[in-house]
């Protein structure tokens, strides 16, 4: 498999409901080894869109292609089959289980004919958490733990599966200065282990604390994506809340990007940046 | 190694025996409400509930509520709940009563015919609930009426059963392999010994085990409160057994065996496998299950299936103890089977049960059953006690949960 081929490309997906349609044809491509943030008001399509990758609703339209081979991620088993992993905001946990058989949930290490090994999976579990710089206890149960520290049990399981692909829904909603700082130092780890990440987020300095790319969605349309050190808030904030269109933004010129396909009636910056070529360097072990 | 450096400082955090056992105070809680039952109807009824003879009667008239509050247990846990048990209670004992009175069949082939019979039933109820998405309340529902009316349509007034060995199951003791020693069975007392010696062996094992992975053992005393209560229990039971029985045999009853099995496999399945877990897992948070990858469908049919082999279980038994088959059998086994396992500390909203619990919870049921009827207290009265004491530990239940938070 070639190294550049994208991990995941999305292709001119659209999704109906009843009345809505929620998605309209929406492209967009995943690299390796970078954070990608989805950004939009509320009703964007940031929430569908990442269901369909996580396999939790079906495309109306359009499909996924990953490492270059199209594929129906027909529920959260398929995708995790394909090295996709997702969090998703107030329903990661079984509040009834401990923080060891959260962790291992659906995954369960075995003796064999469907026994658990519950000794290995204790063990893993705190070598997990260790390395989180966390102090929760793997024997205790969830209801006791703190919104942060539940946060931080559910992207540990992520660790877990050696994912490719991380998709984390809100991962900082309503967590403290501290918890938000470490979910963020928690993403930046993912990526530099070798894994990508796609984040939906409102909290913009978040995004821009630790996302590569930020794609703009807006009414079912992605109607930017930008590097993020080529972009800044306002202009994020004026495209969510749809005042500005590409040739109003002054910044057209100021980066070298090259229109791509995609969203609908918009052109997509998709630049090469600094910290792109940076990262490049680093992997193929050329000279930056 | 973090492991090591670990269990001390858990240990401080969690430790001492009253704090662990006011962490577990429903588990405790329920079996102390057991004992003090048993104890003030001992006295009420003059003695006579806890002679030998009338404590195996109690295992052998509560034993199909304990076999299908096994599976109810699992089925309330993952969220479910099944009405129809009663009715397939009648359903398969009517069939098997026809095979072996009117087919002529073999009674252990007619037995292995109904159990095969309960399991197509789960896979039709499990198959609603699962794959089309029926609530189990109203799929059992269904199946309430469907098999108390099939039952009736195959059985008509009743088929009496004419097999000794058959009849045999619900009043026959195990074989007097061992002799007599003094006015004990042998055999008894052996495997007496040997459950005693195996909850000491359980409990130490599990100690040693979580030690060795660095989680936090309950505290030493605890442990050994434990198997003391339960070698003065175990060792008390094996006495009645010993010297129940008359002239020609005594001791074990195979009822207890059977249920004995059927609570030692599933309790194994529920808390040390992966389809365990799941269990819990869909009853604790079923989204998060899915989210997990956790195939939630095949679990609930997987529990439906079980459901349907157990109540099959439950119906052979019960037509044993009946020595014929009526369309009335097990009229209401559901609501007892239900009742056992909230009494026994099962959460209403699921995801929290074991079947240890709903056995103490049955016994409970059972106990209250036998004693007000030893004191020839009117059957109308009897429910409506039991009524109350389902209410009253529900009650408690949920304040005590209340009050945690």
Same mark, same amino acid.
């Given at each position: 498999?070639?190294d550049?081929? #994208?991990?995941?490309?999305?292709?001119?997906?659209?999704?109906?409901?009843?009345?809505?349609e929620?998605?309209?044809?929406?492209?967009?491509?995943?690299g390796?080894?970078?954070?990608?943030a989805?950004?939009?008001d509320?009703?964007?399509?940031k929430?569908?869109?990442?269901?369909i990758?996580?396999?939790?609703?079906q #495309?109306?339209?359009?499909g996924?292609?990953?490492?270059?081979?199209?594929v129906?991620? &027909?529920?959260?088993?398929?995708?995790?089959?394909?090295?996709?992993?997702?969090?998703?905001?107030?329903?990661e946990?079984?509040?009834?289980?401990?923080?060891?058989?959260?962790?291992?949930? &659906?995954?369960?290490?075995?003796t064999?004919?469907?026994?658990?090994?519950?000794?290995?999976?204790?063990?893993?579990?705190?070598?997990?958490?260790?390395?989180?710089?966390s102090?929760?206890?793997?024997g205790r #149960?969830?209801?006791?733990?703190?919104?942060?520290?539940?946060?931080?049990?559910?992207?540990a399981?992520?660790?877990?599966s050696?994912?490719?692909l991380?998709?984390?829904?809100?991962?900082?909603?309503?967590l403290?200065?501290?918890?938000?700082?470490?979910v963020?130092e928690?993403?930046?780890?993912?990526r530099?282990?070798?894994?990508?990440?796609?984040?939906?987020?409102?909290?913009?300095?978040?995004?821009?604390?630790?996302?590569?790319?930020?794609a703009?969605?807006?009414?079912?349309r992605?109607?930017?994506?930008?590097?993020?050190?080529?972009?800044?808030y306002?202009?994020?904030?004026?495209?969510?809340?749809?005042?500005?269109d590409?040739?109003?933004?002054?910044?057209g010129?100021?980066?070298?990007?090259?229109p791509?396909g995609?969203?609908?009636?918009y052109r997509i910056?998709?630049?090469?940046?600094?910290?792109?070529?940076?990262?490049r360097?680093?992997?193929?072990?050329? #000279?930056? | 190694?973090?492991?090591?450096?670990?269990?001390?400082?858990?240990?401080?955090?969690?430790?001492?025996?009253?704090?662990?056992?006011? @962490? @577990?105070?429903?588990q405790?809680g329920?079996v102390?409400?057991?004992?003090?039952?048993?104890?003030?109807?001992?006295i009420?009824t003059?003695?006579?509930?806890?002679k030998?003879n009338?404590f195996?009667?109690?295992?052998q008239?509560?034993?199909?509520?304990?076999?299908?509050?096994?599976g109810?247990?699992?089925?309330?846990?993952?969220?479910h709940?099944?009405?129809s048990?009663g009715?397939?209670?009648?359903?398969?004992?009517?069939?098997?009563?026809?095979?072996?009175e009117r087919?002529?069949?073999?009674?252990?082939l007619?037995?292995?015919?109904?159990?095969?019979v309960?399991?197509?039933?789960g896979?039709?109820?499990?198959?609603?609930v699962?794959?089309v998405?029926?609530?189990?309340?109203?799929?059992?529902?269904?199946?309430?009426?469907?098999?108390?009316?099939?039952?009736?349509?195959?059985?008509?007034e009743?088929?009496?059963?004419?097999s000794?060995?058959?009849?045999?199951?619900? !009043?026959?003791?195990?074989?007097n392999?061992?002799?007599?020693?003094?006015?004990?069975?042998?055999?008894?007392?052996?495997?007496?010994?040997?459950?005693?010696?195996?909850?000491?062996?359980?409990?130490?094992?599990?100690?040693? !085990?979580?030690?060795?992975?660095?989680?936090?053992p309950?505290?030493?005393s605890?442990?050994?409160?434990?198997?003391?209560v339960?070698?003065l229990?175990?060792?008390?039971v094996?006495?009645?057994l010993?010297?129940s029985?008359?002239?020609?045999?005594?001791g074990?009853?195979?009822?207890?065996?059977?249920?004995?099995?059927?609570?030692?496999?599933?309790?194994?399945?529920?808390?040390?496998?992966?389809?365990?877990?799941h269990v819990y897992?869909?009853g604790?948070?079923?989204?998060?299950?899915?989210?997990?990858?956790? @195939?939630?469908? !095949?679990?609930?049919?997987?529990l439906?299936v079980?459901?349907?082999?157990?109540s099959?279980?439950?119906?052979?038994c019960?037509?044993?103890?009946?020595?014929?088959a009526?369309?009335q059998?097990?009229?209401?086994?559901?609501?007892?089977a239900?009742?056992?396992?909230?009494?026994?500390g099962?959460?209403?909203?699921?995801?929290?049960?074991?079947?240890?619990?709903a056995?103490?919870?049955?016994?409970?049921?059972?106990?209250?059953n036998?004693g007000?009827?030893i004191?020839?207290?009117?059957?109308?009265?009897?429910?409506?006690?039991?009524?109350?004491?389902?209410?009253?530990?529900?009650?408690?239940?949920?304040?005590?949960?209340?009050k945690?938070?």
């Amino acid at each position: 498999m070639n190294d550049m081929t #994208p991990l995941l490309e999305i292709k001119d997906v659209s999704k109906r409901f009843e009345y809505v349609e929620a998605l309209k044809s929406v492209n967009l491509t995943i690299g390796r080894r970078e954070v990608v943030a989805l950004v939009g008001d509320n009703g964007a399509g940031k929430s569908t869109l990442v269901k369909i990758i996580a396999g939790l609703c079906q #495309p109306t339209s359009g499909g996924l292609v990953v490492r270059g081979e199209p594929v129906r991620i &027909g529920d959260v088993r398929d995708a995790n089959a394909l090295g996709i992993v997702s969090v998703f905001q107030g329903n990661e946990l079984c509040e009834n289980l401990n923080v060891a058989a959260n962790l291992f949930l &659906g995954r369960e290490l075995r003796t064999g004919c469907g026994i658990r090994d519950e000794n290995a999976m204790v063990v893993r579990a705190r070598a997990v958490l260790d390395t989180l710089s966390s102090s929760i206890q793997v024997g205790r #149960p969830v209801a006791s733990l703190s919104v942060g520290q539940r946060r931080i049990i559910a992207i540990a399981k992520t660790l877990l599966s050696e994912p490719d692909l991380v998709v984390l829904d809100e991962p900082t909603d309503s967590l403290s200065v501290m918890q938000t700082a470490e979910v963020l130092e928690y993403t930046r780890r993912l990526r530099a282990e070798g894994r990508s990440v796609i984040m939906v987020c409102h909290d913009l300095p978040d995004v821009f604390a630790v996302a590569d790319r930020i794609a703009v969605l807006r009414q079912g349309r992605i109607i930017a994506v930008h590097e993020t050190c080529e972009t800044s808030y306002e202009q994020i904030l004026a495209e969510m809340a749809g005042i500005v269109d590409e040739d109003a933004d002054g910044r057209g010129d100021e980066s070298d990007g090259v229109p791509a396909g995609g969203a609908v009636g918009y052109r997509i910056r998709v630049g090469t940046s600094r910290r792109l070529i940076e990262r490049r360097g680093e992997q193929s072990g050329l #000279p930056v | 190694m973090s492991a090591t450096t670990a269990a001390p400082a858990q240990t401080t955090k969690t430790g001492g025996l009253l704090a662990t056992i006011a @962490n @577990n105070a429903r588990q405790y809680g329920i079996v102390g409400a057991l004992l003090i039952i048993v104890v003030v109807f001992q006295i009420l009824t003059g003695g006579v509930l806890l002679k030998p003879n009338s404590f195996v009667s109690l295992i052998q008239q509560n034993a199909y509520v304990i076999i299908l509050a096994i599976g109810m247990v699992m089925v309330i846990i993952a969220t479910h709940i099944d009405l129809s048990v009663g009715s397939l209670v009648a359903f398969i004992g009517g069939i098997c009563a026809l095979l072996m009175e009117r087919q002529g069949v073999n009674w252990g082939l007619a037995i292995l015919i109904s159990l095969l019979v309960g399991l197509i039933v789960g896979v039709w109820q499990g198959f609603w609930v699962a794959y089309v998405g029926i609530p189990g309340f109203i799929t059992t529902l269904a199946g309430m009426l469907i098999f108390r009316g099939l039952a009736t349509v195959l059985v008509g007034e009743s088929v009496p059963i004419t097999s000794e060995s058959f009849r045999g199951i619900a !009043r026959n003791y195990l074989p007097n392999v061992l002799g007599w020693w003094g006015p004990f069975d042998g055999l008894t007392i052996v495997l007496g010994v040997a459950c005693i010696a195996a909850f000491a062996w359980s409990q130490l094992h599990k100690r040693i !085990r979580a030690q060795r992975v660095g989680l936090v053992p309950e505290p030493m005393s605890l442990t050994v409160i434990k198997i003391v209560v339960a070698a003065l229990a175990i060792g008390f039971v094996t006495y009645l057994l010993a010297s129940s029985g008359n002239a020609d045999q005594g001791g074990t009853p195979i009822m207890l065996v059977i249920v004995g099995v059927l609570v030692l496999i599933y309790n194994f399945i529920l808390t040390k496998t992966v389809f365990g877990r799941h269990v819990y897992a869909v009853g604790g948070n079923r989204k998060a299950a899915e989210l997990s990858g956790i @195939n939630t469908r !095949r679990v609930d049919f997987t529990l439906f299936v079980h459901m349907g082999f157990l109540s099959a279980v439950a119906a052979v038994c019960m037509l044993s103890r009946l020595a014929s088959a009526t369309a009335q059998a097990g009229m209401e086994f559901e609501m007892d089977a239900i009742a056992a396992c909230f009494i026994g500390g099962t959460a209403v909203t699921g995801g929290v049960g074991t079947i240890p619990g709903a056995v103490v919870g049955a016994f409970v049921m059972g106990v209250i059953n036998q004693g007000l009827s030893i004191m020839g207290v009117d059957t109308a009265i009897v429910k409506t006690i039991k009524g109350l004491v389902l209410l009253g530990a529900v009650a408690v239940d949920i304040m005590s949960k209340r009050k945690k938070r």
